[in-house]
């Protein structure tokens, strides 16, 4: 089994040694991650600038680029091989409710689902002041979760979503399949000037609340249950699509 890697953090990040020693026991893995940090890059592509590829070892690059650069260079040109799964993360942070609509982690292995690649998206609920981060308890969940998705495939056009709380290993009470849920942010914009007199802005809040819907990912994260969300590239509404053709068009 070959097994691609990426993420959002950047190639230097704590969560890529324990997720590569975890897959190890799996196949051969190949790392291809960013250079810099790319949170919150969602699925961007870098069209007009170029991109440089740094080769840091065998099977092991960093990619001046986001992270659907990453796994786009990788299928198409650093790999010769089409990997046996991809697996983006681990993410310092968790990527819950709507916030695989910003992550770089998840549009990693959206981008791998894109090319057909079975692949995972592994996150660590972090919370805020906590410093012991137990990145040992993603990755063995990791390692499960990939064993069977080798064993048992994913259907066309699926990927998977991991989110662990961070606690050690036998804290956590198992793995849940769930749907995704919502997350609500503080709306942070934070205006500042420059040394010219003109203003400039930091946005991005952080988490505030998730919905309590019964059987979705975030409130999980409270009573040490990891989630597993399946998700899909199609983001159609079925039932506004069957109501538009009421619609005087
Ligand atoms: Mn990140």
């Known amino acids: 089994m070959r097994i691609l890697v990426s993420n959002d953090d950047g190639i230097a990040a704590a969560g890529i040694p324990p997720l590569v020693e975890a897959l190890s026991s799996l196949g051969e893995v190949w790392l291809v991650a960013p250079e810099q940090e790319q949170s919150a890059k969602s699925h961007s592509l870098t069209m007009w600038e170029p991109l440089r590829v740094r080769s840091l070892a065998p099977q092991r690059f960093a990619v001046g680029g986001t992270p659907a650069d990453c796994v786009y260079l990788a299928l198409h040109e650093l790999l010769d091989f089409q990997p046996d799964l991809l697996v983006s993360g681990i993410n310092r942070g968790s990527n819950l409710g709507n916030d695989v609509l910003y992550s770089g982690t998840v549009a990693a292995a959206m981008e791998g689902c894109l090319h ?38 994913l259907p066309r056009r699926c ?91």
């Not at 057909?116 to 990791?142: K, N």
């Not at 699509?241 to 068009?249: F, I, N, R, T």
């Open 159 to 249: 990927l998977l979503n991991l989110n662990v709380p961070n606690r050690p290993l036998e804290e956590i009470a198992g793995i849940r399949p769930c749907r995704l849920g919502e997350r609500s942010y503080d709306e942070l914009v934070d205006k500042r000037f420059d040394p010219r007199g003109k203003p400039y802005y930091w946005i991005g809040g952080g988490h505030n609340t998730f919905c309590e819907e019964p059987n979705t990912d975030g409130p999980l994260m409270a009573q040490g249950v990891a989630s597993l969300t399946p998700l899909s590239p199609d983001l159609t509404h079925d039932a506004q699509l069957g109501a538009l053709s009421e619609w005087s068009l």
């Open 116 to 153: 057909g690649v079975p692949s995972l998206a592994v996150s660590l609920h972090i919370l805020p002041g906590e410093q012991i981060l137990h990145w040992e308890s993603a990755a063995e969940l990791v390692r499960r979760v990939g064993a069977q998705i080798l064993e048992r495939g």
